[in-house]
């Protein structure tokens, strides 16, 4: 998916702390809405960045969107725009997402399935929802490239990971391991992502990589995370050191959370737009081409026109980094 803002803030994103707390510490980061453009735009609610806090792990960026009547909003459909330096994590609760790219590639995202996108040195893709989908619901994430792999060759891997049980719960593991089963999508940092399904009333306590910093993101709700009520939508940070989660679902519905986990990432990077740097320089250079270049390859079988960078900002990209 395509940052929509006419204006989009360059972000430094850098590594926060809180490990070694006796008793899980969560920090709450409450979304903000972005109108994906048009006057009936579809409306995400994004989490991360934000100024508290703008990575766990390699987790970059998080869209949490839906349950949206198509007939209403009209859907998805986001012309062919580029990234650079990150992967794109595509996962739906309900509806289907038609995904082309400049590799050739021609896929769909359905509930339960992963879509990951790698952009590497530059990657352009389109998504548009398809004609069958009268509800669209689900999330869209980043993740950012470490320096080693910023310039790799752009790639797109399908995943469908079997539900797995736990307690009552059911998870789907899309990137690296919980609860026992693990994903093989490979990631160029170390990572986890899955999908919990809470029953009503219900308290789930799962280990965790210690090593790892996490992210609950809940759609339906509301759940607790250790002693904090996270409403839906919030996004509960829980800092490296951890060594267990726990969830209550506090109501009498089915409760739905994302779990997001990775190694505290260690590099600052520079983001604008749907790019992922290290300087101003990386991110002038990747909005020329994409305007003047080929570096970004031809979306094939999209009717319409890409999408143009926004303008630059006449002044130097400013820094913005986690609360120390």
């Given at each position: 998916?395509?940052?929509?803002?006419?204006?989009?803030?360059?972000?430094?994103?850098?590594?926060?702390?809180?490990?070694?707390?006796?008793?899980?510490?969560?920090?709450?980061?409450?979304?903000?809405?972005?109108?994906?453009?048009?006057?009936?735009?579809?409306?995400?609610?994004?989490?991360?960045?934000?100024?508290?806090?703008?990575?766990?792990?390699?987790?970059?960026?998080?869209?949490?969107?839906?349950?949206?009547?198509?007939?209403?909003?009209?859907?998805?459909?986001?012309?062919?725009?580029?990234?650079?330096?990150l992967q794109t994590v595509s996962w739906l609760f309900t509806g289907e997402i038609e995904h082309r790219d400049s590799l050739g590639t021609h896929a769909y995202v359905r509930p339960g399935e992963l879509n990951l996108m790698t952009s590497g040195r530059g990657i352009s893709h389109s998504e548009v929802s398809t004609p069958?989908?009268?509800?669209?619901?689900?999330?869209?994430?980043?993740?950012?490239?470490?320096?080693?792999?910023?310039?790799?060759?752009?790639?797109?891997?399908?995943?469908?990971?079997?539900?797995?049980?736990?307690?009552?719960?059911?998870?789907?593991?899309?990137?690296?391991?919980?609860?026992?089963?693990?994903?093989?999508?490979?990631?160029?940092?170390?990572?986890?992502?899955?999908?919990?399904?809470?029953?009503?009333?219900?308290?789930?306590?799962?280990?965790?990589?210690?090593?790892?910093?996490?992210?609950?993101?809940?759609?339906?709700?509301?759940?607790?995370?250790?002693?904090?009520?996270?409403?839906?939508?919030?996004?509960?940070?829980?800092?490296?050191?951890?060594?267990?989660?726990?969830?209550?679902?506090?109501?009498?519905?089915?409760?739905?959370?994302?779990?997001?986990?990775?190694?505290?990432?260690?590099?600052?990077?520079?983001?604008?737009?749907?790019?992922?740097?290290?300087?101003?320089?990386?991110?002038?250079?990747?909005?020329?081409?994409?305007?003047?270049?080929?570096?970004?390859?031809?979306?094939?079988?999209?009717?319409?026109?890409?999408?143009?960078?926004?303008?630059?900002?006449?002044?130097?990209?400013?820094?913005?980094?986690?609360?120390?």
């Open positions: 998916m395509s940052n929509a803002e006419k204006d989009p803030t360059a972000v430094v994103c850098e590594p926060g702390s809180g490990a070694g707390d006796a008793v899980p510490r969560v920090e709450v980061l409450t979304p903000r809405d972005v109108p994906l453009g048009g006057p009936r735009a579809m409306t995400v609610r994004r989490t991360l960045p934000q100024r508290a806090r703008s990575l766990i792990g390699a987790w970059c960026f998080a869209d949490h969107y839906g349950p949206d009547d198509v007939a209403t909003t009209g859907g998805m459909d986001v012309a062919p725009h580029p990234h650079t330096g069958a989908t009268s509800t669209l619901h689900g999330v869209q994430l980043w993740v950012a490239l470490p320096e080693s792999a910023r310039d790799t060759a752009p790639a797109f891997q399908h995943y469908a990971p079997t539900p797995v049980h736990v307690s009552g719960a059911e998870l789907r593991v899309f990137l690296g391991t919980l609860a026992g089963d693990t994903s093989p999508v490979p990631t160029f940092t170390p990572l986890l992502g899955a999908e919990i399904l809470l029953p009503p009333r219900a308290t789930l306590t799962l280990p965790l990589d210690p090593a790892f910093e996490h992210g609950l993101l809940v759609d339906a709700g509301p759940v607790r995370l250790a002693d904090t009520l996270l409403n839906r939508s919030d996004l509960g940070h829980l800092p490296e050191g951890t060594p267990t989660l726990t969830l209550t679902n506090e109501s009498d519905a089915t409760a739905r959370t994302i779990l997001l986990g990775g190694t505290p990432f260690g590099e600052p990077v520079l983001m604008w737009w749907n790019f992922v740097g290290r300087t101003t320089q990386d991110i002038t250079q990747a909005r020329t081409d994409w305007m003047t270049g080929d570096r970004f390859g031809e979306v094939k079988g999209y009717d319409g026109a890409s999408l143009p960078a926004p303008e630059l900002p006449n002044v130097p990209l400013k820094p913005r980094g986690n609360v120390r």
